[in-house]
């Protein structure tokens, strides 16, 4: 029986290569030696063959893995000390995924990294349950090169995390709770029936008008009564040949308001019931109704996550963008990386904030005296944000009148 065991670390590639042609003579060492080769071990990773079995301790070591995810499959690399030790193709199986790590490098520390995508923080949980740290980094934060825009293959992305994982380069995004998670998709349905309806009102609308069915003129702003509908049934009961589609298309307008109702019933029960001390501080900040305390309450989570009040403006993005370059700086306007809803959700609550609070009114109708007032409702949203934030933190109501 034959045991060898070898650092890799100290010898060159030609040393090895030799050592590969003398091993030749005995299969057993020839395998375990080539081995060493493709993997580039570092020194502090033994390898040791018996009868030409492989035992390898990373006992103490770091691996820093970077997931490329796909719906199909993943790509895997794994890098130990800047040196890729492999990268690899496998099926979208998180449990084969785990199996895949730990066999071959028992007792190493995992550290994994995959983009936001369609595909959530699931893999991540997992991962997390498994004992491995995972992080979860924006899409547009994982920094690319020219040469790799140009040749993109999911080896090279998979290899790019690991090295940006690994140097320190890359930033995990916050990974909302379970429950949370699970909260929020009610108020992001919410978005897309309004979304919905919307659209379903055009179309029908553009039908009629590429049909020359001419609205009346109580009806030819944004008014869908009882009565307009009433009327559009009555324009399909004149043409036969219309009918079914006007009918049809006016059926589903009235399923996805009922649909909108149904949804926002189960949203005021959640208000009232899990999230009803922080829904109720959120609404005494004036222009935050019940829907936008939710959308807040859902979207940022705990609020002590935020390191200060920057932090949570950047999330929002009601913060500018820069392009500064030697002696010119130059502000772009107002960022294009923010929360879409959330962002405009503020802003529209801004407008009727002023109304409604007099010491919001003066720092309006200050601040246009040297901006427009789309720029300036900006400003006044960032103040509500701030008091969104003050009012939670100190679990104490607003008190409107109070000039920031």
């Given at each position: 029986?034959?045991?060898?065991?070898?650092y890799?670390?100290?010898?060159?590639?030609?040393?090895?290569?030799?050592?590969?042609?003398?091993?030749?003579?005995?299969?057993?060492?020839?395998?375990?030696?080539?081995?060493?080769?493709?993997k580039?071990?570092?020194?502090?990773?033994?390898?040791t063959?018996i009868?030409?079995?492989?035992i390898?301790?990373?006992?103490?070591?770091?691996?820093?893995v970077?997931?490329?995810?796909?719906?199909?499959?993943?790509?895997?690399?794994?890098?130990?000390?800047?040196?890729?030790?492999?990268?690899?193709?496998?099926?979208?199986?998180?449990?084969?995924?785990?199996?895949?790590?730990?066999?071959?490098?028992?007792?190493?520390?995992?550290?994994?990294?995959?983009?936001?995508g369609?595909?959530?923080?699931?893999?991540?949980?997992?991962?997390?349950?498994?004992?491995?740290?995972c992080?979860?980094?924006?899409?547009?934060?994982?920094?690319?090169?020219?040469?790799?825009?140009?040749?993109?293959?999911?080896?090279?992305?998979?290899?790019?995390?690991?090295?940006?994982?690994?140097?320190?380069?890359?930033k995990?995004i916050?990974?909302?709770?379970?429950?949370?998670?699970?909260?929020?998709?009610?108020?992001?349905?919410?978005?897309?029936?309004?979304?919905?309806?919307?659209?379903?009102?055009?179309?029908?609308?553009?039908?009629?008008k590429?049909?020359?069915?001419?609205?009346?003129?109580?009806?030819?702003?944004?008014?869908?009564?009882?009565n307009?509908?009433?009327?559009?049934?009555?324009?399909?009961?004149?043409?036969a040949?219309?009918?079914?589609?006007?009918?049809?298309?006016?059926?589903?307008?009235?399923?996805?308001?009922?649909?909108?109702?149904?949804?926002?019933?189960?949203?005021?029960?959640?208000?009232?019931?899990k999230?009803?001390?922080?829904?109720e501080?959120?609404?005494?900040?004036?222009?935050?109704?019940?829907?936008?305390?939710?959308?807040?309450?859902?979207?940022?989570?705990?609020?002590?996550?935020?390191?200060?009040?920057?932090?949570?403006?950047?999330?929002?993005?009601?913060?500018?963008?820069t392009?500064?370059?030697?002696?010119?700086?130059k502000?772009?306007?107002?960022?294009?990386?923010?929360?879409k809803?959330?962002?405009?959700?503020?802003?529209?609550?801004a407008?009727?904030?002023?109304?409604?609070?007099?010491?919001?009114?003066?720092?309006?109708?200050a601040?246009?005296?040297?901006?427009?007032?789309?720029?300036?409702?900006?400003r006044?949203?960032?103040?509500?944000?701030?008091?969104?934030?003050?009012?939670?933190?100190?679990?104490?109501?607003?008190?409107?009148?109070?000039?920031?």
């Open positions: 029986m034959l045991i060898v065991s070898l890799v670390k100290g010898f060159g590639v030609a040393a090895v290569q030799e050592l590969i042609k003398a091993a030749k003579k005995n299969f057993a060492d020839y395998i375990i030696l080539k081995n060493l080769v493709m580039q071990q570092t020194s502090a990773t033994t390898e063959g009868k030409g079995s492989n390898i301790d990373f006992t103490g070591k770091t691996l820093y970077g997931i490329d995810v796909h719906q199909k499959d993943y790509q895997a690399a794994k890098v130990l000390n800047g040196i890729c030790l492999g990268n690899h193709r496998m099926e979208s199986n998180k449990e084969k995924l785990i199996e895949h790590l730990q066999h071959p490098y028992p007792g190493a520390t995992f550290k994994c990294v995959y983009e936001s369609a595909w959530g923080f699931t893999l991540q949980r997992t991962l997390q349950a498994a004992g491995m740290e992080i979860v980094v924006h899409a547009a934060d994982a920094g690319t090169t020219d040469k790799e825009r140009r040749r993109k293959t999911d080896k090279a992305d998979a290899l790019k995390l690991a090295h940006g994982y690994a140097s320190g380069d890359l995990g916050h990974v909302p709770e379970e429950d949370r998670q699970k909260d929020r998709s009610l108020m992001r349905y919410r978005k897309q029936l309004t979304g919905d309806i919307t659209r379903s009102k055009n179309r029908l609308k553009s039908l009629l590429y049909q020359g069915i001419d609205l009346p003129p109580k009806y030819a702003g944004n008014n869908w009564s009882r307009f509908l009433n009327w559009v049934e009555q324009q399909a009961e004149k043409d040949l219309l009918k079914n589609t006007l009918l049809l298309m006016l059926e589903q307008i009235r399923l996805l308001r009922q649909l909108l109702l149904e949804t926002e019933r189960k949203l005021r029960q959640m208000r009232k019931t999230y009803a001390d922080k829904a501080l959120a609404c005494s900040v004036p222009g935050i109704g019940p829907t936008t305390a939710m959308l807040f309450l859902l979207e940022t989570g705990d609020i002590n996550r935020f390191k200060g009040f920057d932090s949570l403006n950047d999330f929002a993005g009601l913060c500018p963008d392009d500064s370059s030697g002696d010119v700086h502000d772009t306007g107002i960022t294009t990386r923010r929360h809803q959330l962002r405009s959700a503020l802003i529209e609550a407008w009727q904030a002023i109304k409604s609070d007099p010491a919001l009114m003066d720092s309006y109708q601040l246009c005296k040297r901006m427009k007032g789309t720029q300036a409702i900006i006044i949203a960032r103040k509500l944000l701030r008091r969104l934030r003050t009012v939670l933190l100190n679990d104490i109501p607003y008190q409107k009148g109070m000039v920031a």
